[in-house]
């Protein structure tokens, strides 16, 4: 089976881009988590959908939107890219808690 | 606020020898604790997971962990280390049925 699939696994962006990030979960997976991991920190919680609905965000700015398709896939927009935007943004899916989740490889994006 | 802290940021250890990362944890009611592992430019894998029962917890790879509710700690143990077990270690509790927070997570080096 594939797990959580991301894409694209790099990107480079410049100040006041928009980015959209893309997550494929594990078949049967009906929750999408995305979290966002700066150098040196642990990651961070940005949102969770279940489905297509969202059950919880993070603190982070309304330039950070997201929603889920009816196959359960997932997209992250991020508007108006800061500099500080720069990190490894990870997506994860779930069956439900007692499964914990499981985690894709990541999109590393780099804002110049 | 819910959460877990890790003391170390850094655990060195030679190859043989018996590995312990540290975690404590503050929650309210039962935990619900995780480690992962993340090597480097990859996601998060997930090793383990404490929700209920044994205290001593063993998951993948050759770790287990240890749930000590009067210490509110969750050590990561594996008792011979390899080279391969260098990586970053998070800690995580699950506030909410939704969040994952994590510490800022250990670097493990294993010398040969």
């Known amino acids: 089976d594939a797990g959580v699939t991301q894409s694209p696994t790099h990107l480079i962006k410049t100040r006041g881009q928009h980015v959209t990030l893309r997550c494929s979960p594990i078949?049967?997976?009906?929750?999408v988590s995305w979290y966002q991991q700066v150098l040196g920190q642990g990651p961070q919680f940005i949102f969770q959908?279940?489905?297509?609905?969202?059950?919880g965000r993070g603190n982070f700015p309304d330039r950070f939107s997201a929603r889920q398709f009816p196959n359960y896939s997932s997209e992250l927009n991020v508007n108006a890219l800061l500099l500080g935007d720069s990190a490894l943004y990870l997506c994860?899916?779930?069956?439900?808690?007692?499964?914990?989740?499981?985690f894709g490889s990541g999109t590393r994006l780099t804002v110049v | 606020a819910q959460s877990v802290a890790q003391p170390e940021d850094q655990v060195n250890v030679a190859e043989g020898n018996p590995l312990t990362v540290k975690c404590t944890y503050s929650?309210?009611?039962?935990?619900?604790l995780f480690w992962y592992v993340q090597y480097p430019n990859r996601g998060l894998q997930f090793l383990l997971k404490?929700?209920?029962?044994?205290?001593l917890v063993k998951g993948s790879y050759g770790f287990e962990a240890e749930f000590n509710k009067s210490q509110t700690s969750f050590h990561l143990k594996k008792p011979s280390a390899l080279v391969s077990d260098s990586a970053l270690y998070f800690c995580?509790?699950?506030?909410?049925?939704?969040?994952?927070?994590f510490g800022a997570g250990t670097t493990v080096t294993v010398r040969a």
């Open positions: 078949s049967g997976h009906k929750s």
């Open positions: 404490y929700i209920t029962g044994d205290n």
């Open positions: 929650v309210s009611g039962n935990p619900y």
């Open positions: 995580a509790t699950l506030p909410n049925d939704y969040k994952l927070s």
């Open positions: 959908y279940y489905e297509k609905e969202e059950r």
């Open positions: 994860a899916s779930s069956l439900n808690m007692d499964y914990g989740y499981t």
